[in-house]
């Protein structure tokens, strides 16, 4: 079996490789769905204000100025979605190096998403620069800046992205029906995954400290030297949280594509990950007040900085802790939802936070987001779902592979 | 895993490429420290706002005119990507006085050490300089700089980052930079950073009241260029006070240290996580069959 040589294609009714891809880039079911009515115009005007961007410079759609030269696009774009993409290496570990085989039904589709959250949000980063030409310079070594917190969170977001692209190949290699790739490319996936797990520990707690040379600039609540830890603990209930969010769409969109099986599964997934996030939260709670009892920040509580650091604290870091916890005990999916949507919105609060709402608090202007940057991260936000699903329609990501793919175990 | 022939020869490898290449690195660095760093040293006492500096500054660097204005008290006029130097008046317990605002050419910079590109870069003479082909226009230089001196053309499909060089190109031909040479107050005196700290202490030695006992720029930020004297206390003429004296690289480097350890540590840790519950699960399932 292991010698017998196998066309990379086959099973396709009899198609050529290229004929089925092109058939597959058809839109499949119905056009004028809810989503598609409010997601198409907004990419529309969008693509016009990218081209605007490209012709008239940054400025002329951002509000950034010389004071934050960093906003919208790098604070929530990259720094939070890439928190958010973080469910993929917090789930890998579990799945393929603690071998907790509950979560196995939703490796893929969380795979799939942390990919596709990386390839946009590296997509924004390149909208953000100023001379996107020159970006192969620190890829093709004529310059390497290594004392750079950057280059390597750059180079981490690429390799990163390799490891996930491997990790989630044999579902493509199960869509286009090559079965010997799909063997070659599955045998790739442990070695992809402690890959992808390392880089992603250093590339999240990275982009905090991409924030350590900022201390004057940055309000000392959320400043601290442990930056970086906090990014790396967040991030695993960020991820998490995102993953119970989406999950949870995902039932109701794609419900035809989930097996009986899977379905019944689902509450014992959530409740799993609800436990874990409790627990994550609990340990960013502490980390946090061990940082704001060390640097005696007593006395900026009862500033208007002090309310805001403790609505963010309190509201949506230990609520969302309790809510998860009591969810977890009642078994209340609902209220594990719930936990979910106020942990995201504490990780956008707390990333805003750190790169845009309190950096450089005390100018006396401030920045805040125009129309025209929502409207581009929501064109990023939007493009990506569509792409999303167009995959999800097509390979096994939610649905059961293929009887080949499972007998070849 | 065995550590076998092969596995040896390639660790003796490893091994000697490393000390190979620290080697090279060493003897670069020793030469390189025959050159002193280059600075200026900005003399408040001596200056009289007349911006001679920012008129000469903008014709040297092809940048528009700056308005002709008398720089008044209470307004703060700031470096941009259209003005690489900017002079400010304040009023102080010691009177009127005149500060001069650019890049402070740090002797360990923020902004180089946050380039990944390197296109922020110390040259061994002193200056900072940014150079625009490697540049991507990521911005981090700014975000870290502690000084905000780097400015970004926003209005532009070619953006550049502007701020003051210390006229590098004038320096390799020989010259000194523009502002310096054009004070006719004689507010700033260039020279290599040793003998410039050496000038200012003589001052402050031979006029202690005439002078705030502190040469900003010493220590501040691991120390700077660019250095100050002041008549009236530091606080008062538009400088933070609260800036640390290491220097700001200092403060993202144990992060970096980290990294290769987490490398080296990570992934054989995984691995053996993996390889342990692995014969967990064929021993569990061994039993159920």
Redesign the interface.
């Known amino acids: 079996m292991n010698n017998q040589v196998q066309p990379i294609a086959k099973d396709n009714d009899g198609q050529s490789i290229v004929r089925f891809v092109l058939s597959e880039l058809k839109p499949k079911g119905k056009i004028l769905t809810p989503f598609n009515i409010i997601a198409f115009p907004v990419i529309v005007v969008g693509i016009v204000l990218i081209v605007l961007r490209?012709?008239?410079?940054?400025?002329?759609i951002?509000n950034?100025?010389?004071?934050t030269?960093?906003g919208l696009w790098i604070g929530f774009d990259v720094v939070t979605g890439v928190a958010f993409a973080g469910g993929a290496y917090v789930l890998t570990?579990m799945v393929?190096?603690?071998?907790m085989d509950k979560y196995h039904s939703i490796v893929r589709v969380t795979v799939l998403n942390g990919f596709l959250a990386y390839l946009f949000y590296a997509g924004a980063l390149l909208l953000?620069?100023?001379?996107?030409w020159?970006?192969i310079?620190?890829i093709i070594g004529?310059?390497?800046?290594t004392?750079?917190?950057?280059?390597?969170v750059?180079w981490h977001f690429m390799l990163y992205m390799l490891a996930e692209l491997i990790e989630f190949s044999p579902a493509i290699a199960e869509w286009l029906g090559a079965r010997r790739a799909r063997k070659i490319l599955s045998g790739l996936t442990?070695g992809a995954?402690?890959?992808g797990?390392?880089l992603s520990?250093?590339h999240q707690?990275?982009l905090g400290?991409?924030?350590?040379?900022?201390?004057?600039?940055i309000h000392p609540l959320w400043y601290s030297?442990f930056i970086?830890i906090m990014f790396l603990v967040s991030s695993v209930f960020a991820g998490l949280s995102m993953v119970i969010f989406e999950g949870s769409i995902s039932h109701k969109v794609f419900f035809d594509q989930i097996s009986e099986k899977n379905h019944k599964a689902q509450t014992g997934i959530l409740q799993g990950l609800a436990k874990i996030c409790a627990g994550a939260l609990f340990a960013y709670f502490f980390l946090q007040l061990l940082v704001f009892i060390h640097q005696k920040n007593w006395t900026l509580l009862n500033t208007k900085w002090g309310y805001w650091y403790l609505l963010e604290m309190l509201g949506f870091v230990l609520l969302p802790m309790f809510l998860y916890l009591y969810s977890y005990r009642t078994r209340n999916v609902f209220l594990i939802r719930l936990a979910a949507i106020v942990t995201m919105l504490g990780v956008i609060l707390n990333r805003l936070n750190v790169t845009v709402i309190s950096f450089k608090w005390d100018a006396p202007t401030h920045y805040y987001p125009s129309w025209m940057e929502i409207v581009v991260t929501l064109t990023v936000i939007f493009t990506e779902i569509l792409i999303f699903r167009w995959i999800v329609n097509r390979m096994p990501v939610l649905r059961e592979s293929p009887a080949w793919a499972k007998e070849d175990h | 895993m065995s550590f076998n022939r092969r596995n040896f020869f390639k660790t003796m490898c490893v091994a000697g490429a490393t000390l190979a290449v620290g080697n090279s690195f060493g003897a670069a660095n020793s030469e390189e420290q025959t050159v002193e760093f280059q600075g200026v040293l900005y003399d408040a006492t001596r200056c009289i706002g007349c911006l001679a500096c920012e008129r000469v500054c903008a014709k040297a660097h092809s940048l528009p005119e700056p308005k002709k204005v008398k720089p008044e008290v209470g307004v703060i006029r700031k470096t941009s990507e259209n003005q690489r130097t900017a002079i400010n008046n304040y009023n102080t317990s010691k009177g009127e006085v005149f500060v001069k605002n650019q890049c402070m050419h740090c002797n360990e910079p923020a902004c180089a050490a946050a380039c990944l590109t390197m296109a922020m870069y110390k040259t061994k003479e002193g200056p900072v300089v940014w150079r625009g082909d490697k540049c991507m226009g990521c911005r981090y230089c700014m975000v870290s700089c502690p000084f905000d001196v780097p400015k970004f053309e926003y209005y532009s499909a070619n953006p550049k980052i502007e701020k003051c060089d210390m006229c590098y190109d004038r320096i390799k031909e020989g010259k000194i930079p523009a502002c310096a040479e054009a004070c006719p107050g004689d507010a700033l005196t260039f020279g290599t950073r040793r003998e410039l700290i050496e000038e200012a202490r003589k001052r402050i030695f031979e006029n202690p009241k005439d002078y705030e006992n502190q040469i900003w720029g010493e220590e501040v930020a691991g120390g700077t260029g660019w250095l100050y004297l002041s008549p009236a206390p530091f606080k008062e003429v538009g400088f933070n006070t609260k800036m640390q004296n290491s220097s700001y690289p200092e403060l993202s480097k144990g992060f970096l240290y980290t990294v290769p350890s987490v490398f080296v540590l990570v992934p054989p840790l995984l691995l053996g996580i993996h390889e342990a519950t692995k014969r967990n699960k064929n021993t569990n399932s061994e039993e159920n069959e």
Do not use: C, H
């Not at chain 1, 950034?64 to 004071?67: F, S």
């Not at chain 1, 953000?128 to 996107?132: A, E, H, I, K, V």
């Not at chain 1, 004392?147 to 390597?152: I, P, Q």
């Open positions: 490209f012709m008239n410079g940054i400025g002329s951002t950034l100025n010389q004071d030269p960093w570990f393929y190096i603690l071998k953000d620069l100023g001379r996107p020159n970006v310079n620190p004529n310059s390497f800046g004392s750079s917190v950057l280059f390597l750059a442990i995954v402690i890959f797990i390392t520990t250093l707690s990275g400290a991409l924030f350590l040379m900022a201390k004057d600039k030297e970086p």
